[in-house]
């Protein structure tokens, strides 16, 4: 569907910006350049008057947002966590955007449930509520199941929402190739890839069976976490479309009224929510990658239960050690083992110099560090460490991005319980047990212990595989004397195996 014929679609979309004052707010966070800027306005201004006025109390850009509907809003919610790409200042409007419409029918609700699930509702549960909650993409009812009696929450897609999407992101990869046509200077922020993960994101949040699915392995990683819990997916009540889950019952995690009036110790629930976050994200490098108040309560018991799985982070093992050899580099203040773990990372350009990348690593350290322990914040200093890393021209990592916005919203939330929380003294013994597993001796070991059993699996094979590697390069057969050779050389690779599965063993031993 992409295609010229997109290009009324963002003709509406200019005249709305133009129409609710955020054309100007949206291209100085891009700092669009003066050709983008006579492309952007001369979709807009001529046509101002074709634009939706949306609601006036709102700030500009989530006015304009709002107005543009569902794809609009949860683009916005997207944009919000890549500050790399609209600035701070337009990622705070953004990260506030009310994602709230007005809700479909209880008969809509109950008809998408039936052709989901295959049986008339009054079948599946014995009470069905109005909707409790109305959001871009579905909407959430609070039911009763008719054979146990079980409170539960029901989220069902609008109705064709996959069409109204479909239609609006293939604008939006449109737009994404004019700003890359007209603003060369732009195509460090990748539009295109930016436009790709929005994609992605999208598509995963339009098939529950994929939310359910990362609510299922969240569940499975966190299932030993003390005071922690999440409502257990209902798979047989749920598909494509519906997704059912256990009710969860508690106070927002927003109201410190109500946390107060339970009888919960805030200062304890702010330490424990900031230790979870690093736990996930560190320990397991798959995080709740929305958790924000609104998608977090407090159990009468006292546990903090988080929902709405819609965004989750992963961080790869490699990437992990990476960043905690960082963050170790920082707590040593080892500025040059910093920008050395960058460039062995292939993170900064090999080109730069690494001695002048390690003042500018002290320029963000230094400042940081010398602060009351309880102004410290870790959010600032990733984002301090992501400017820097941008000026020696670093690519832009999705996955970081998503990280650093996640852990400044989590600070947000802990603060918010606890105003005098010392951020380094709760994530210490964190970071310092991933860091004692993952860099030194032992992590070493478990390395050659991974390898080996990868030899191990593949070992069968190895004979062929060298003698089919050396054809290929030489194009002709080996001679027999050659053949021996490698003989030698796969032998060899056996002996590494041994040694291998001696270190196995050896690690399972000490560890």
Do not use: C
């Not at 609601?55 to 500050?83: C, E, N, V, W």
């Not at 959001?135 to 069902?156: D, P, R």
């Not at 992605?200 to 990362?214: F, K, P």
């Not at 194009?475 to 001696?502: D, K, Q, S, Y």
Request: charge should be neutral; aromatic fraction near 10%; hydrophobic fraction near 45%.
């Amino acid at each position: 569907m992409r295609g010229p014929h997109n290009i009324w679609r963002l003709i509406r979309t200019g005249a709305t910006l133009e129409r609710t004052g955020a054309m100007n707010v949206v291209l100085d966070a891009f700092e669009a350049p003066p050709t983008l800027r006579f492309v952007a306005r001369a979709l807009g201004l001529p046509f101002k008057f074709l634009g939706y006025s949306g609601d006036p109390s709102m700030p500009p850009a989530t006015r304009a947002l709002t107005a543009l509907g569902p794809a609009y809003i949860k683009f916005g919610q997207i944009l919000s966590t890549r500050p790399d790409v609209v600035g701070d200042e337009l990622a705070i409007q953004l990260r506030v955007l009310q994602d709230k419409l007005p809700p479909f029918s209880v008969e809509e609700a109950k008809a998408e449930i039936q052709r989901a699930l295959g049986q008339p509702v009054d079948e599946i549960f014995s009470e069905f509520s109005a909707p409790v909650a109305a959001a871009s993409i579905a909407q959430v009812h609070k039911a009763k199941l008719a054979e146990t009696g079980e409170a539960v929450a029901v989220k069902v897609l609008r109705p064709n929402i996959e069409k109204a999407f479909r239609k609006d992101v293939d604008a939006f990869y449109l737009a994404a190739r004019m700003v890359e046509i007209f603003a060369p200077g732009a195509r460090r922020l990748r539009p295109m890839e930016v436009i790709e993960h929005f994609d992605g994101v999208v598509r995963g949040e339009l098939d529950l069976r994929l939310e359910s699915s990362a609510a299922s392995e969240f569940a499975a990683n966190t299932k030993n976490d003390d005071g922690f819990q999440l409502p257990l997916i209902k798979w047989e009540y749920s598909s494509r479309r519906v997704m059912t889950l256990e009710w969860a019952d508690g106070v927002s995690m927003g109201d410190n009224d109500a946390i107060d009036a339970a009888g919960h110790d805030r200062v304890a629930l702010g330490d424990r929510v900031l230790r979870l976050f690093l736990s996930h994200a560190l320990r397991d490098g798959y995080f709740h990658a929305d958790m924000h108040q609104g998608n977090l309560k407090v159990a009468p018991n006292g546990n903090i239960i988080a929902y709405d799985f819609g965004i989750m982070g992963h961080i790869d093992e490699y990437t992990r050690r990476v960043y905690a050899e960082i963050l170790f580099g920082f707590i040593r203040k080892d500025y040059k083992r910093v920008a050395e773990v960058h460039f062995e990372a292939g993170y900064v350009p090999a080109d730069k110099d690494v001695d002048e990348f390690a003042r500018a690593l002290r320029a963000v350290g230094e400042p940081i560090f010398g602060m009351d322990a309880t102004r410290i914040s870790m959010g600032r200093l990733l984002n301090y460490l992501f400017e820097v890393t941008e000026r020696f021209g670093m690519e832009t990592r999705t996955e970081l991005i998503l990280l650093q916005r996640t852990m400044v919203v989590v600070e947000g939330v802990a603060r918010s319980l606890n105003p005098q929380i010392n951020i380094w003294q709760v994530a210490s013994p964190i970071v310092t047990d991933y860091i004692s597993k993952s860099i030194g001796p032992r992590a070493a070991l478990n390395d050659l212990a991974k390898t080996a059993k990868v030899l191990g699996r593949f070992g069968p094979r190895l004979p062929a595989l060298v003698e089919a590697a050396l054809i290929r390069q030489s194009n002709l057969e080996p001679e027999p004397a050659e053949r021996g050779f490698w003989r030698w050389i796969v032998a060899a690779a056996f002996a590494g195996i041994g040694i291998g599965v001696g270190l196995v063993f050896l690690a399972d031993a000490l560890f």
